[in-house]
C-alpha cells in the first residue's frame, strides 16, 4: 500500500484535534508492507492492524508496539508498553514517559492521544526505519521519508485568575520562561531548546524585540509563546495609567505584527507588581504570570549552579524564570542539565497557555 493510499485510508475516519497525535487501532487492516505511520501538518495517525494485536480493549496491554524515526542527527523510538503508557526515546535526549489518553469511538475503534508538546517530535524529515512488536524488532525496511512539523500557537485567551505565580491540574508539568529578550544569546538558548525539543515561553521586552524581530519570528516558528514585559523592561508602579498602557499596547503590537501570533500573558519588570498594574493588564487581555522558581540566573554563577537550584526547587505546576540576555549563555548550557534530570523524575514541558489554561490555538 502506497503513503498515497494510506492518506486515503486515513480520510475515512475523523483525525485527532489539532495538537494531538493519535495512535489508532483500526478495524481496517493494513497491508504489511505499509508504513504505519503518517504525519502532515503537526498531527501522526498511527495504524495498527487488529490481527498484530487482537481485541484492542482485552490484548493491546500484553503487545509492545514501537516505531523507530531516523533524524539526521538522532533517532526517536516510541513504544507502547502499557494499556495507556508510551515511552518515547531521543538518542540524544534520554527516554521519557506519556500517558496516552483511550477513547473508544463508534464501531469498537481504539484511539490513543498524545499531545504534540508532550511527545517532543523534532521537526525536519525523518525516515521510518524500523517497527517492532515484542518480544522481536522486524529488520528495518521502510523508507519513506516522513516530514514532521510542529504546530504554530497562533493565540491563547487571557482568563481568571488575573495573577498566578503556578500552574495546577496539569500533573508533572512545568513551565520554562525567559525574560528581557531577545539579546545575542537568544539564539544560543533556542538552539538548546530546538535540540531538546522543549516548549518555552519568552517575555519580551519591546525595544529590544523591535531591533531583533528574526528572533521573533524565529520563537514562533519553533513553536514557543511570547509575552509581554513592557516596552522599556519598566517599573509600572510608577507609571501612570496611560503610560501603563503604551508599555503595554506597543509591545503587544510588536509581537502580533512581527510574528502573527497573540499574546495573553504579561510579567511585570523587577516583579514590580500593584493591583493596579494587574487590573491594567487585564484590561489589555492579559494575564500576570510571576513565578515560584527563580534560580538568579542572571548573577555571574555557573551553569551547574542554575540547573541545582531550579531542580531543588521544581515541583508540580512550576513556573521557572529563566533569562536569555545577560549570562545567556550559561543559561544555555544549563537547560541540557535541567531538562534531563526533570524528565528522568517524569515531567513535562508546557507553555504557560497550555500549562495554565489560557486557550491555546495553533497553525500549521
Known amino acids: 500500500m502506497s503513503v498515497a493510499a494510506l492518506a486515503a485510508l486515513a480520510m475515512l475516519s475523523p483525525l485527532p484535534a489539532p495538537g494531538e497525535v493519535a ?25 495498527l492492524a487488529p490481527a498484530d494485536f487482537g481485541t484492542p480493549a482485552a490484548r493491546l496491554h500484553l503487545r509492545t508496539p514501537c516505531l523507530r524515526l531516523r533524524y539526521p542527527d538522532q533517532d526517536v523510538s516510541l513504544c507502547l508498553v502499557k494499556r495507556r503508557k508510551v515511552r518515547v526515546h531521543h538518542s540524544n535526549q534520554g527516554t521519557y514517559g506519556l500517558q496516552a489518553t483511550r477513547t473508544r469511538e463508534p464501531g469498537g475503534r481504539l484511539l490513543l492521544k498524545l499531545r504534540t508538546a508532550d511527545l517532543m517530535l ?23 521519508p516522513i516530514v514532521v512539523t510542529r504546530l504554530r500557537l ?40 530546538h ?19 528574526a528572533e521573533l519570528r524565529r520563537m514562533a516558528r519553533e513553536g514557543h509563546q511570547l509575552a509581554n514585559h513592557t516596552w522599556n523592561h519598566a517599573d509600572l508602579t510608577r507609571r501612570s ?79 521557572i524564570i529563566l533569562h536569555d540576555g545577560a549570562y545567556g549563555a550559561r543559561t544555555a548550557a544549563a537547560l541540557p542539565s535541567i531538562v534531563r534530570a526533570l524528565r528522568a523524575r517524569g515531567y513535562r514541558f508546557l507553555t504557560l497557555a497550555e500549562l495554565l489554561d489560557l486557550t491555546p490555538r495553533y497553525e500549521r
Open 23 to 47: 495512535a489508532a487501532v483500526s478495524p481496517v487492516a493494513v497491508a504489511d508492507d505499509a508504513p504505519p505511520l503518517l504525519l502532515r501538518g503537526g498531527v501522526a495517525v498511527w495504524r
Open 241 to 319: 495609567d496611560s503610560a501603563v498602557h503604551r508599555e503595554l499596547g506597543m509591545t503587544d503590537r510588536l509581537i502580533s505584527e512581527t510574528t502573527q501570533q497573540r499574546t495573553c500573558a504579561f510579567r511585570a519588570p523587577y516583579a514590580a507588581e500593584s493591583s493596579r498594574v494587574i487590573g491594567l493588564a487585564r484590561g489589555e487581555g492579559l494575564v500576570t504570570v510571576n513565578w515560584n522558581v527563580d534560580p538568579r540566573d542572571w548573577t555571574p554563577q555557573s551553569s551547574q549552579t542554575t540547573a541545582e537550584r531550579v531542580l531543588r526547587a521544581t515541583q508540580p505546576g512550576s513556573i
Open 195 to 213: 535540540d531538546l525539543g522543549v516548549p518555552a515561553t519568552f517575555f519580551i521586552v519591546g525595544r529590544n524585540g523591535d531591533s531583533r524581530r
Open 122 to 144: 523534532p521537526k525536519g524529515t525523518a525516515t521510518l526505519v524500523q517497527t517492532c512488536a515484542a518480544p522481536r524488532c522486524d529488520p528495518p525496511r521502510y523508507g519513506e
Open 154 to 193: 497562533s493565540s491563547c485567551r487571557a482568563a481568571a485568575p488575573w495573577y498566578v505565580t503556578a500552574g495546577t491540574g496539569k500533573g508533572r508539568a512545568v513551565a520554562l520562561t525567559f525574560d528581557d529578550g531577545p539579546w545575542s544569546d537568544t539564539g544560543m538558548v533556542l538552539r538548546t531548546l
